[in-house]
């Protein structure tokens, strides 16, 4: 195995434009992050037409969101620990020992730990993906049209367990994006579906104005409803730096945690949110022996955010080796790789590795930029939790047309972006997570084009789906990530019982 | 219709003795995203146009996404027909989908065809450990059993890859109905597709193959040329040499609106004349994968209109 594509990598993340861009992700990712109105999601889907139609490189673009990503988990920390409001989903644990520990006069404490933290987690985690990447791309072309399909019914399979509780919403959301992809050119029979006689659809509904339909158009809807609900006050940033002894002492938590961060963000389908859950409650049950947890302890602060940070990170890796994106999130990267007529998949490592290597190195660049400004620049950051919503709810909006219409230069996009906004409103007032749905749309074409070759290649013989051994282990890899968590839960359950 | 000739005619004089009239703005647009082949048609036009300093001013590339080049063909024809600076890529691909009645209600006769940049030619490629080592050792072998042959190409069915894949077909004496055509996204996933024994047969363009076959990765078998192509291409043989009678020339060219002057519409077709001799050209030319194709004027719109013609027949006898 080699590691020189990390060494070209770096050439492209040290070149001047792309280090501006890292530096202006990892801010602006920091901001949204800190903001609770707009998670990592909005961010991403407002910044890529901007990033498209400024004609950024592909590898510029995805260096560029990714920092919005990661930097936002280092962000979210920020409102969490001084407003008790998590700024992004990731940071909901930290809120539990963050704001005591502000509300007793050591916010600067907490601040510092939970950025070291979240500087371990994010490093631990890009030095584990140096390592997988290149593995995964020397099977690269073993995959077939019926292996590309096996590989998206594993990634469908994923699906149950993103959203658990709520399977038929998660399975409806799906359908929907899936239902979302057939509208436009057929790939394999060149046929035009649901195009209604309008050549604006023969291309489909394009992946930016989904995106911004669904993550910003209904964000603005629901920021305009909880409006009337006035704006939280920032708790102030007061007390000392924390010792050296007291980083050291966080060490084996944060450790402990970015593994579990990181296993928890590659397995496709659950994100930081769930990592950071398993991490706190992890520590908990080993440390919290005076039951100090909960009431301000470093050490539940540290390990949600080492989580958080490596669980963001971990999500790179399928979607960078396998084609699969590892959360919401990574499926809007995914999709902007699209716009670049680049194909998702194994053969990525291969054929794109100046892509690849420069997003890991940028993110050894990335978490030292923002382990720079979430500790000594922190208040700027806090500063802008004072923005008021008149602000930023127009400005969502004026970027969110902008960046369609000059994506396309089409006012039917516009109207669409509207439509799918308006349909995403509805659905999330309704329950709906919004990320089935873009995984849905992602993966869909990929789904149903290699079914159909590889259906061609073996004239309608649907053996071809279960010959190679390659098939064979990506079949029971998609039946044990449904079965496993509903075996682990019975048993559970079972358990449970007799005690009670 | 006199008039219109007559109105010809005096231009034709006024042209004769003084230059043509140069737009004051030129502008050429793509009818895609930024990366594709009307980009690179655009670029090839704009950066040579630049080097040699034919025009005053540099060209502006415009992109207008959109059923592969449709809404721009029906932009132009219905909201700038008659602006002089406006010329639009377009490929012998646009041909088949004019031929196809899918860019909406207008045919080939709805803008007025200025002249080809270039053209790459379709190959027929096996992987390098294949058995079969000519064109026509693999018509036989095909013919023999079809089953055994899935073929992949860059688009859908009814695309030019799969025109040439279907010619194959019959040429083996198969329906090319029944045929196990793979409908893979774009050259890339063809030759790895090829690589990786997912398909056995290849229908794609030079460009794309060349690079391939000489680093020993899959073998290229024909060329679809009228004559062998220059450097690596130069040990390969035509599909004529072979027995097999098709010349499949991938033209990249421009057009421009229905309206626009005849003194306009010669001033492109000089412009072009004039900057396909050049250096600058050859080399832009050489850098996007194309070969040199002459075909400008009146020429051109003869065989953008045979080439739908063609396109129509060759879609019935394979039986769409």
């Known amino acids: ?500 | 219709m006199k008039l219109k000739f007559v109105g010809g005619v005096a231009a034709f004089v006024i042209l004769g003795s003084t230059a043509f009239a140069q737009p004051e703005k030129t502008e050429c647009l793509a009818g895609a995203k930024p990366g594709g082949g009307f980009d690179a048609t655009c670029r090839l036009l704009s950066n040579s146009l630049q080097a040699t300093k034919i025009t005053a001013s540099p060209m502006a590339v415009t992109y207008m996404e959109g059923g592969v080049g449709a809404v721009a063909y029906n932009h132009v024809v219905g909201t700038r027909p008659a602006d002089p600076g406006l010329v639009v890529a377009a490929s012998s691909g646009s041909a088949l989908l004019l031929a196809q009645k899918k860019f909406g209600s207008y045919d080939e006769t709805a803008v007025r065809w200025v002249g080809a940049l270039g053209a790459d030619y379709g190959v027929i490629a096996v992987a390098a450990d294949s058995p079969v080592k000519t064109l026509k050792e693999l018509i036989v072998e095909y013919g023999k059993n079809p089953a055994g042959f899935a073929i992949g190409g860059g688009g859908a069915v009814g695309s030019q890859d799969w025109m040439k894949a279907a010619l194959i077909a019959k040429a083996g004496g198969a329906d090319p109905k029944k045929m196990r055509y793979a409908a893979l996204e774009g050259g890339g996933a063809v030759t790895t597709a090829l690589q990786g024994g997912h398909i056995k047969i290849a229908a794609g363009d030079a460009s794309e193959m060349v690079k391939l076959a000489e680093a020993g990765k899959l073998r290229i078998l024909a060329v679809m040329s009228e004559k062998r192509l220059p450097g690596y291409l130069a040990n390969v043989p035509t599909a004529k040499e072979e027995g097999l009678d098709i010349v499949w020339p991938i033209w990249r060219g421009v057009y421009v609106g229905p309206k626009v002057s005849d003194a306009d519409y010669n001033w492109w077709v000089e412009t072009l004349r004039k900057l396909q001799a050049t250096s600058e050209f050859k080399k832009e030319q050489e850098a996007r994968g194309l070969y040199p194709y002459e075909s400008l004027g009146a020429d051109y719109d003869k065989q953008v209109r045979e080439d739908v013609k063609r396109f129509k027949t060759l879609a019935t006898e394979a039986g769409l």
């Open chain 1, 1 to 500: 195995m080699s590691l020189d594509y990390l060494w070209h990598g770096f050439g492209v993340a040290l070149l001047p434009q792309n280090l501006m861009y890292g530096l202006i992700g990892c801010f602006l990712g920091t901001m949204i992050g800190c903001l609770p109105a707009i998670g990592p999601i909005n961010g991403i889907a407002l910044l890529l037409p901007i990033a498209y139609t400024a004609g950024l490189p592909p590898e510029s673009t995805l260096i560029l969101l990714a920092s919005v990503y990661y930097g936002a988990e280092y962000g979210g920390r920020i409102s969490s620990i001084l407003l008790n409001v998590p700024g992004d989903a990731g940071a909901v644990m930290t809120t539990i020992d963050g704001n005591p520990m502000a509300r007793a006069g050591k916010a600067t404490e907490a601040l510092v730990i939970s950025g070291v933290s979240s500087f371990y987690g994010g490093m631990i985690a890009v030095v584990l993906i140096t390592f997988l990447a290149p593995v995964f791309g020397l099977i690269a072309i073993k995959f077939g049209p019926a292996e590309y399909f096996v590989l998206m019914v594993f990634a469908f399979a994923t699906l149950s367990s993103m959203v658990g509780h709520e399977p038929v919403k998660t399975l409806l959301g799906c359908i929907f994006g899936l239902t979302l992809t057939t509208i436009g050119i057929d790939a394999t029979s060149g046929a035009y579906r649901f195009t209604f006689g309008s050549p604006e659809l023969h291309d489909g509904i394009e992946f930016i104005v989904l995106v911004i339909g669904l993550f910003s158009i209904s964000e603005v809807l629901l920021l305009l409803e909880q409006h009337a609900a006035g704006v939280l006050r920032p708790l102030k940033v007061t007390g000392s730096y924390p010792t050296w002894a007291m980083l050291r002492s966080i060490w084996w938590t944060a450790v402990r945690s970015t593994g579990i961060g990181f296993v928890v963000g590659v397995l496709p389908g659950t994100g930081a949110s769930v990592a950071s859950a398993v991490a706190y409650t992890t520590e908990k049950r080993i440390n919290d022996r005076t039951g100090t947890f909960g009431k301000g302890d470093i050490r539940g602060v540290a390990a949600p955010e080492a989580a958080n940070n490596a669980a963001a990170t971990g999500a790179f890796v399928p979607m960078l080796t396998l084609g699969v994106p590892g959360s919401g999130t990574t499926a809007v990267m995914l999709g902007a790789l699209m716009l670049y007529n680049i194909q998702p998949g194994p053969q990525l490592f291969t054929e794109q590795p100046a892509l690849v290597g420069g997003l890991v190195a940028s993110m050894y660049v990335g978490n030292i930029l923002l382990l720079v400004m979430n500790l000594p620049l922190v208040r700027v950051f806090v500063s802008a939790l004072l923005l008021p919503n008149w602000i930023l709810i127009p400005g969502i909006m004026l970027l969110s047309i902008l960046g369609v219409y000059t994506a396309y230069s089409s006012v039917m996009s516009v109207f669409i972006m509207f439509g799918i906004g308006a349909v995403g409103y509805l659905l999330r007032k309704l329950g709906f997570d919004m990320a089935p749905i873009v995984l849905g749309f992602v993966l869909g074409k990929v789904m149903e084009t290699n079914l159909r070759n590889a259906l061609a290649i073996s004239g309608g013989e649907i053996g071809i789906l279960f010959e190679s051994p390659l098939t064979k282990l990506l079949w029971a890899m998609a039946i044990a990530i449904v079965l496993v968590p509903w075996f682990i839960s019975r048993r559970r359950a079972k358990q449970a019982q007799p005690a009670a």
